[in-house]
């Protein structure tokens, strides 16, 4: 087991491992952004850059606020809705708190990770502009939390992305927020809701993409303009 010396490096480490940082966005955005109090690759990019750490930017240079700004001239702002699946800690959204009017879905299956897009929204005084939304979307809707992931847990990168199998076979804490969320498909969760800009995380729910509202903006691993 850790001696003392290893504790006292950890309790240093955990210090240093703020749960709020000041970020600015691509386009200029400045917020303030929370996050995991502890060590996390997520969490660690923010604190490290200082920036919103995007995944449609960061990985795959799609420019969200860019988009958005396109749609927003061309329907004038009117009725708009942008929701983002897995939207972690919110921070594909904060940036589009500038178009007003805007509504806005944060999808989110951990119950911890909502608090923190609650408390970024809340800091911006800008609360009744998001819909949090404690849902685990699945391509079929009933895989029956395979997939679901504890992010409460202060077990160093353990705490992101792990499944059901691979943390039992670990060994590693329960999912004590199986059961935050409710698992649903994307068509359901969505209803008859036109949605302008459509941000998904999980590239197995492209696929149930077609099912949804055609006109949307799909921006994913694969989007649906562009070929598989």
């Not at 210090?15 to 952004?33: E, F, I, Y």
């Not at 068509?187 to 993409?209: I, K, Q, W």
Request: hydrophobic share 40%.
């Amino acid at each position: 087991p850790p001696g003392p010396r290893a504790a006292i490096f950890y309790l240093l480490d955990r210090w240093l491992c703020s749960g709020s940082v000041d970020v600015k966005s691509p386009a200029g955005v400045r917020m303030t952004l929370y996050v995991m109090p502890f060590r996390d690759h997520i969490s660690d990019q923010v604190r490290a850059f200082k920036t919103t750490h995007c995944l449609y930017t960061e990985r795959m240079s799609i420019d969200i606020e860019l988009e958005m700004r396109k749609l927003f001239i061309e329907k004038k702002g009117e009725n708009m809705l942008a929701v983002d699946v897995g939207a972690a800690f919110g921070q594909c959204l904060l940036p589009l708190l500038v178009f007003k009017g805007l509504e806005l879905w944060a999808v989110e299956a951990s119950r911890f990770v909502r608090s923190r897009i609650e408390r970024s929204f809340e800091r911006q005084g800008k609360l009744d502009r998001v819909s949090i939304v404690p849902a685990f979307v699945t391509a079929t809707g009933n895989e029956r939390g395979g997939g679901a992931v504890d992010l409460h847990q202060d077990i160093g990168h353990f705490t992101v992305g792990d499944h059901v199998a691979i943390r039992n076979k670990q060994n590693l804490p329960l999912l004590t927020e199986l059961g935050s969320a409710r698992e649903v498909t994307l068509p359901a969760l969505l209803g008859r809701r036109h949605v302008d800009l459509l941000m998904l995380y999980p590239p197995a729910l492209c696929g149930a993409v077609a099912d949804v509202h055609e006109g949307a903006q799909v921006r994913c691993e694969r989007s649906l303009d562009s070929p598989a």
